[in-house]
């Protein structure tokens, strides 16, 4: 049974564009196991939230990247053939760093299948942008600016393909500095 829920707009209401400025990311190889989607969902709520959280291996937590939110886009499209249509989910990540850790994060997530997780501003709710099923691909484009006006950052653009457009979680978030959402 479909899960279907009104699409509303009440007059007055704003709806915010963007993410916060801080997302998270993981390497997929460091999760031991996955939060899960309802088996029987009842609304659409539940059709579309993560249940529980990610377990990581000992000691991993998530990184963060501390992002220009309002150069940072966030899209899903659908993908594929009837029957067979998936989300082709896509973030591209506007930050002002050049340093050794934003080369380093270049040079790494170019080549490793990471998990990023993002906070919407209207909601307030996290979103995971990667799949257990599915391979994420990062690609990072570092500049270091040439005029004293310009711009200089690293641009990381993200693919992943999955069933929807980026699950909700409500789950823990272990960061170095601890949870960054205690509210479970």
């Known amino acids: 049974m479909a899960n279907f829920g009104n699409l509303d707009w009440t007059d007055g209401s704003m709806s915010v564009p963007g993410i916060y400025h801080i997302l998270y990311f993981i390497e997929k190889s460091k999760i031991t196991a996955w939060p899960t989607l309802a088996p029987a969902p009842t609304s659409a709520s539940e059709e579309v939230t993560y249940v529980g959280d990610f377990t990581l291996d000992a000691l991993a937590t998530w990184k963060t990247i501390d992002c220009i939110d309002i150069k940072t886009a966030v899209i899903s499209e659908a993908q594929g053939e009837i029957r067979s249509v998936s989300s082709n989910n896509k973030l591209t ?5 050049t340093n050794e850790e934003a080369t380093a994060f270049a040079k790494l ?7 990023y997780i993002f906070r919407e501003k209207t909601s307030g709710k996290y979103r995971v ?5 599915f391979t994420t691909f990062t690609r990072t484009t570092v500049d270091v600016g040439s005029d004293p ?4 950052g690293q641009t990381i653009e993200v693919e992943s393909t999955d069933f929807m457009p980026f699950p909700f979680y409500e789950g ?3 960061t170095d500095d601890g ?3 205690p509210s479970v």
Do not use: Q, W
């Not at 997530?109 to 998990?115: F, Q, R, S, V």
């Not at 006006?149 to 200089?152: A, D, F, H, L, V």
């Open 109 to 115: 997530g170019n080549n490793t299948d990471l998990i």
């Open 149 to 152: 006006t310009g711009e200089r």
């Open 93 to 97: 990540i506007k930050t002002s760093l």
């Open 129 to 133: 942008c990667g799949s257990e099923m």
């Open 172 to 174: 823990a978030i272990v």
């Open 179 to 181: 949870d960054a959402n």
